[in-house]
């Protein structure tokens, strides 16, 4: 069970419909996804506002 204040419905899903052998990237935005990993990867981003992520 997750008790965190994460709780962006993505990030949740990902997590929850991950298995044993799943493999989780939380990267920023200069991790190049585009070569660093699967095109089927289900991509998650957080900024609701393009360039800007609020604290």
């Known amino acids: 069970m997750l008790k965190y204040t994460l709780t962006h419905p993505e990030i ?3 997590l929850g419909t991950a298995g044993h052998g ?3 990237l939380i990267a920023d935005g200069n991790y190049p996804f585009t070569t660093g990993s699967s095109p089927t990867a ?3 981003y957080l900024n609701l506002t393009r360039g800007f992520a609020p604290v």
Do not use: F, M, W, Y
Request: aromatic fraction near 0%; proline fraction near 0%.
């Open 12 to 14: 949740l899903a990902a």
């Open 22 to 24: 799943s493999q989780i």
């Open 42 to 44: 289900k991509r998650v």
